[in-house]
């Protein structure tokens, strides 16, 4: 039952990456069949993340109500439908109505399973899962390749992955009994070994006690662990949409040769995660989160120095892609540590909320300043980003450890207490 479930979501992971990168390798033929300008593109992402923030913001109060297994069902289904949906869009603003049960699946979903795999499954299962996001975000240019080479055109490639996630939608909702019966797994432990209250070490679940978003923002670090990931995902998105330009415009890198780089990236990412996961069980999130951000420093740090040759660029791009692998899968998994179980279904929302919000504001935000300034900012840019996450992840660290230290320096006052009271009775006895 556990290895079948897991099978699953595996598959469901790989399934969530296919969706991302369609419109990005599609748009340059389907701005012309729509009729409108290259820039429109801006319009549809923007729909699509805004749907995704909402959605994570309320995927605590539905997965709590239907159930995780249901969540992910209907946010599988309601992704299929729209993708279906673009197409048969034969106009812009269709698109753009579709678009909108596109992000509310995507975000839902991203948040249930990220948090379901958190408290069930250990680290090197995160970081495997999102190595397969990675596969299926780098199998979905193919497909629309596929399509547009062998004259099917770009609609076929969005009726190929619906159907894939139809298929897909089918098998979650034969598979919605395993999810209750997989117990939960090192976060609840952690949460009983160090006394938490019993309505924290409780995971959230069907029928639970509902955590409202404002009482999720007040919990102990969550602002902390918000401002981190916000980093994060928008160091990960200005990296991907600038990293080719910055190498042709400010480093006279030829063009061939920087996007080449700039996927490696990417792949450096997918395949970081991959190798993260036989190790990450030993290292513990905190120093994947630590060593992460400082591998993706000395990757700026190589991306900005001033040599007569780009090859130090190249190389810190690849470590940049290497560093940012482990960052993500753990922030999610240590989410129930750090938070209690019970909230962490309503902190990984808001997570999720906080990182759609920097990947979609971000890389805007660059261009207009590079615009001002010049393309030479970009590895400034990064470097303020990493020096934020690495400060706020820290912060929270030090906040988690005086929290657990607490209970255990109460235990040890409790048993001194009892020690003495038995040295006082035995006096009392002599007496």
């Known amino acids: 039952m556990y290895s079948l479930l897991l099978a699953i979501i595996y598959v469901a992971?790989?399934?969530?990456?296919?969706?991302?990168?369609l419109v990005g390798a599609g748009w340059p033929v389907m701005h012309q069949d729509l009729g409108v300008p290259v820039a429109f593109a801006g319009i549809i992402t923007m729909i699509i993340a805004g749907g995704t923030i909402l959605s994570s913001l309320a995927s605590e109060r539905m997965t709590r109500r239907l159930g995780v297994g249901v969540v992910t069902a209907v946010?599988?289904?309601l992704t299929a439908a729209a993708l279906v949906g673009f197409s048969v869009s034969g106009?812009?603003?269709?698109?753009?109505l579709w678009a909108i049960p596109y992000g509310l699946g995507a975000g839902a979903v991203d948040a249930a399973l990220n948090n379901?795999?958190?408290?069930?499954?250990?680290?090197?299962?995160m970081n495997w899962l999102h190595s397969f996001w990675g596969v299926g975000a780098s199998i979905s240019p193919f497909i629309m390749s596929y399509a547009l080479t062998s004259g099917l055109g770009w609609s076929s490639a969005y009726r190929i992955v619906g159907v894939a996630q139809a298929v897909l939608t089918v098998v979650l909702i034969v598979s919605i009994p395993l999810w209750g019966k997989v117990r939960p797994g090192p976060a609840a432990e952690h949460a009983e070994a160090h006394d938490?209250?019993?309505?924290?070490?409780?995971?959230?679940?069907?029928?639970?006690?509902?955590?409202?978003?404002?009482?999720?923002?007040r919990i102990p670090g969550v602002l902390l662990i918000l401002a981190a990931f916000f980093a994060y995902c928008a160091l990960e998105s200005t990296s991907i949409l600038w990293a080719s330009t910055y190498l042709v415009t400010d480093r006279g890198v030829e063009d061939a040769t920087a996007a080449a780089f700039a996927s490696l990236f990417l792949l450096?990412?997918?395949a970081g995660r991959f190798l993260a996961g036989f190790f990450a069980d030993r290292v513990g999130d905190r120093q994947l989160i630590r060593g992460g951000f400082a591998a993706v420093g000395v990757g700026v740090l190589l991306v900005a120095l001033p040599l007569g040759t780009?090859?130090?660029a190249l190389v810190g791009l690849v470590v940049m892609g290497l560093g940012c692998a482990p960052i993500y899968p753990a922030i999610i998994h240590s989410t129930p540590v750090n938070f209690g179980p019970r909230n962490s279904q309503a902190v990984i929302g808001i997570q999720m909320a906080a990182a759609?919000?920097?990947?979609?504001?971000?890389?805007?935000?660059?261009g207009v300043l590079s615009t001002w300034a010049g393309l030479w900012v970009f590895p400034l840019f990064l470097a303020v980003l990493v020096v934020l996450g690495l400060l706020m992840s820290e912060r929270l660290n030090r906040l988690v450890a005086r929290r657990d230290d607490e209970p255990a320096q109460g235990a040890q006052g409790a048993q001194g207490a009892t020690a003495g009271a038995g040295v006082l009775g035995a006096e009392e006895r002599r007496g």
């Open 13 to 21: 992971f790989v399934s969530l990456g296919l969706p991302d990168s």
């Open 75 to 77: 946010s599988v289904g």
């Open 91 to 96: 106009s812009f603003w269709v698109l753009c």
């Open 116 to 125: 379901y795999v958190a408290l069930h499954f250990a680290a090197r299962h």
């Open 196 to 217: 938490a209250p019993p309505s924290d070490a409780e995971p959230a679940g069907r029928g639970s006690t509902h955590v409202p978003l404002a009482t999720a923002l």
């Open 268 to 270: 450096g990412i997918t």
């Open 310 to 312: 780009p090859v130090p």
């Open 356 to 366: 759609y919000t920097g990947s979609t504001l971000a890389p805007p935000v660059f």
